[in-house]
Structure formats: C-alpha cells, structure tokens
C-alpha cells in the first residue's frame, strides 16, 4: 500500500508516502478543514431564506414584524459571528493541543460539530433564530481549533521532505468545502426555501467519518516522545507513518531536540511574545498570518457577483458562474500542493501574493475604465480569476505550514495561539470594514490590498529563509544569531553574496550554515 515518491531538489531524496500518512491527512483535511470552507460558503445562497425565516418568527412572537434594516443586522450577526467563535476557538488551540495531543484535540473537538448541528438543523421546528446563531458561533469555535490543530499534527507526522505537500492538503479541502457549499446552494438541489436547516447542519456527515476512523491511527510521535517521553509510542507511531526506510536517524533528530527543550517547558503565549530569541519567528507567523486575510481575498468574494454582474453575465446565470470560481479555488490548491516541494515555500507564497497585489490594482483600474472602454469589465473578471488563484496556489496554505515549521516543539502551540487568533482578527475586521472603506473609497480601495499584498511579498522575500526539506531544528538554527559558521566552512565572496541580511539572521539560500556578520565585516 506505500506509494514512492521522487523528490529531486538539491541531490536524490527518497521518500515514501505510505497508506496510513495519506490516511490521516485526508481524514483530518476532510473532516476538520473542509469544514472551515462550506461554513464560509454556506450562509449565502439562502440568505433571503433565513431573513424570512427570523421575519416570521418576530411576527409570530410579537405580532409585528421587523424593519429590513433589523434584519440585515440579524443575518450579519448571523455571518459575523462565526468569526469570533473562531478566534475564541484559535486562543484556546495551545492548551488543547498541549492536554490532550494534535490528533486528540481533533477527535475531541468533534463534539462541537455535533452540537452546531443539531442547534441549526433544529431551528426551524423550533422557531427559534438564537438556534442558528448559535450554531454559527459553535462551528467557528470549531474552525478556530482545527484551522491550527490540523496543519500542527500533519506538520509533525510528515517526513521533512513531504512536509510541505502534506501540509497545503488542509487548503484544498478548504477549497473543496467553499465549492460544496456553492454547488449544494444551486436551486436544483438544497438551494430551495425547505432545505435550508439541511444545508446549514450538512457539517455533520464529513465529522462522522472522521470520529469513526481517525481514532485509530496514532498521535503525533514528536509530541509522544518531547512532551509525553514515551520512547515505545513513539516508535509505534513512526512505523505506521513510515514505508521502507530507517526511523533511527529521525528518533534521534526528535532526541537532540527534546535535549535541548530539556529544561523548558511548554511556552504560554504571553512566555512566547517575551523571548527574544524567536522574535523574528513571531513577527514573521504575525505578518504572514494577518497578510493572508488584508489580502482581500474576502472583500472580492464579497464583490465577485457585482463584477460578475457589470460584464454582462445575466443575473439567473451568475450562481453558476461563481460555482466556476470555486473550482478554480481548487485547482490552484492542487498545483500548490503539488509543487511546493520541488519549488519550496517562499516561491509560492512571494509569487501568491505578488500575483494578488498585480491583479487587485488591475482590478481597480478595469472598475474605473470600464464605463469608458468597454471591454474592461472582461478585464475586470480575468482579475478576480487572478486574485482567487493566486490566494489558492499559496497564501491560503502556507501560512499554517510555516507556522508549524518555523518553531520548535515548546514554542509551537502559542505560535498558533498567536497566529490562529491574528487570522481570526484580521478576517473579522476585513468584513466589518470593508463596506464603510468601499463606500468613501469606491473602486480604489482595492488599491490598499494590493499595497498590504505587495508589502507582505516583500517582507517575505527578504527576511523569511526557505524551509523546503529541513528538520525543525535545522530551521531554528537559520534564525540564530549566536551561531557562527566554522573556519573549515568559511564562505567565499559568491556564496557571501548568496546570504540575505536580516537584522542579524543570515540564511543560506541551498543550505542551512549559519553566517555571522561581525566575523565577516558585513
């Protein structure tokens, strides 16, 4: 059952993706992340059917029913409030990952699922619109947690050189549930009016699958071993992760780490924002994280039917178009995914948000022109294309693996604490003020994100290194800045050329040697 898998970036490396590695990650990906996707995507087709819904059920209390302006602040709250039960969910990763694992954390926050279920797929029969909000605010608890859990125990299960392709499958299924949701919200299928409560509480089939089969699949082996210290469930775990090759040379890599975190405990976030000696680590997961959702990403799906709308496409015909960008979403996941270990992290996630920055000025320019050319609005269309593919090919996946790999095992969970909860921030501000900055900004404030995306590629290209086929310690040591690279090692006036100044950190672009600024005169 074990797959080979060439990969040849800097000299031959086998490597082997065996049937239970593959296992987890789409088990996890399917029932956790993709999740996060249909939720996003879920409240939009039946809008018009829950504003009925909590109309009827004022009416049926009061005797009178409410200004549309009431109800527009009921189904916003509704749609909003998902994002704060997601930042609660992010700020409470790191304990639940430290208690109870990275895959018990999964398994356990099933519960939730459950719950948010019965609550919206209940609330008709019951009358009762807090029944949805509700559910809404337990589903983004939910996404808050496993938005971080996921990416952490696939980030610690993999081999160093399948990291990345491993670590980008969460996006895609993020990507295959935003498609769900828009295919199931058609009109021949769950998109009318008496489908609604199904639609919303559809959450619990992909969970089931997940509840019945991950349990039996081991907990993640650097966690068994740095924070448990149980040699033997580590060895177990490795044996069902890993086809046809030697695991001492990878037991012994965890040992050297779990030596040197042998008198440091697990780091709480405030522990974390306080130790200078991985501040560049944070402040990068922090830019990474809030860049990902500044990008604009959420203001052009929030737009896209507009557009779609001025280029001529007729309004019955617009729903099956967005299903189009949907599918989109994944096929730039795929080429990501598969990719991202022969090109590394940084060529996806500099490229990602460049192509964003490039097409979301394009797309101010067609919205201004196109009342006087008119084949901008074709224009117009070709840049949200571009701005969706170029958030599906990197920044929608990246940041969750960089953050899993740019930290050591006690520093990981407040990592994501910090991380997940910046996203969750972000992604709430995004929504509640981008309507008041399209209203005094029009067309042109497509022109900020481009600018947040174009800053972020920037940052990226020159302060964080790439990460591609690296131990966890390995990539720690490139952000040192005590360690120095040995005489018998010394760099000649090319490779110098090579090492990106960074405040004090110098990486090799193809190696992992350390290089010392004072001692070279730089």
């Known amino acids: 059952m074990a797959e080979e898998i060439l990969i040849p970036p800097s000299g031959k490396i086998r490597s082997h993706l065996n049937f239970s590695l593959l296992a987890v990650t789409l088990l996890t990906s399917f029932g956790s992340s993709m999740l996060y996707g249909y939720n996003l995507a879920v409240v939009n087709s039946p809008a018009k059917y829950i504003k009925d819904f909590y109309n009827h059920t004022v009416v049926s209390r009061n005797g009178t029913g409410v200004s549309e302006e009431t109800l527009t602040v009921m189904y916003s709250a509704t749609v909003s409030i998902f994002a704060i039960g997601g930042l609660l969910g992010s700020l409470m990763v790191g304990m639940l990952v430290t208690k109870f694992g990275r895959k018990g954390t999964v398994v356990n926050s099933t519960v939730l699922v459950f719950v948010a279920g019965s609550l919206m797929g209940f609330s ?3 009358g009762s619109p807090e029944m949805v909000i509700l559910g809404r605010f337990v589903t983004g608890i939910h996404s ?12 610690e299960i993999a081999p160093k050189n399948l990291r990345g392709f491993l670590g980008l499958v969460p996006s895609i299924f993020i990507c295959l549930g935003v498609f769900t949701a828009q295919v199931l919200g058609l009109q021949e299928l769950l998109g009318k009016e008496e489908y609604w409560p199904l639609f919303l509480s559809l959450v619990v089939a992909p969970t089931c699958v997940q509840l019945i089969l991950l349990p039996w699949f081991p907990e993640s082996p650097r966690y068994l071993l740095i924070e448990k210290h149980n040699i033997h469930a580590t060895i177990t775990a490795l044996k069902w992760y890993r086809a046809k090759c030697n695991i ?7 040992q050297e780490e779990q ?5 440091v405990e697990t780091l709480s976030v405030w522990q974390l924002l306080l130790d200078g000696s991985v501040r560049w680590q944070v402040f990068s997961v922090a830019v990474i994280n ?13 737009y896209t039917n507009d557009i779609f ?3 001529g496409i007729p309004a019955s015909q617009i729903q099956y178009t967005t299903v189009g960008t949907g599918a989109i979403e994944i096929i730039a996941g795929l080429i990501g995914c598969f990719t991202i270990e022969r090109l590394g992290r940084r060529p996806l996630i500099i490229g990602g948000f460049g192509v964003m920055g490039v097409f979301c000025a394009g797309i101010t320019l067609s919205l201004v022109l196109q009342e006087r050319i008119s084949f901008m609005r074709y224009v117009s269309v070709g840049c949200v294309v571009g701005i969706i593919a170029g958030f599906c090919i990197g920044p929608a996946g990246v940041p969750f693996l960089m953050t899993a790999e740019l930290f050591k095992q006690s520093h990981r969970p407040a990592a994501y604490t910090v991380g997940g909860s910046l996203n969750w921030i972000s992604n709430f501000t995004v929504g509640f003020v981008f309507p008041f900055l399209q209203m005094s900004a029009g067309s042109f404030c497509y022109l900020v994100f481009s600018g947040i995306c174009l800053l972020v590629s920037t940052y990226v290209f020159f302060i964080i290194p790439e990460t591609k086929n690296k131990t966890f310690m390995e990539i720690s040591q490139m952000f040192s800045t005590k360690e120095a690279v040995p005489e018998t090692q010394a760099l000649s006036l090319p490779d110098q050329l090579k090492l990106k100044k960074m405040n004090g950190y110098g990486a090799l672009e193809s190696g992992s040697l350390e290089f010392d600024s004072s001692a070279s005169g730089i």
């Open 124 to 126: 008709r029969i019951c």
């Open 144 to 155: 808050g947690i496993s938005l971080s859990a996921v990416p952490m125990y696939l980030g």
């Open 248 to 254: 001492q040379a990878e037991i012994e890599e965890m």
């Open 259 to 263: 030596r040197s975190l042998s008198s």
């Open 290 to 302: 809030v860049g990902m959702q500044l990008s604009g990403i959420d203001a052009i799906w929030f």
């Open 309 to 311: 709308q001025n280029a």
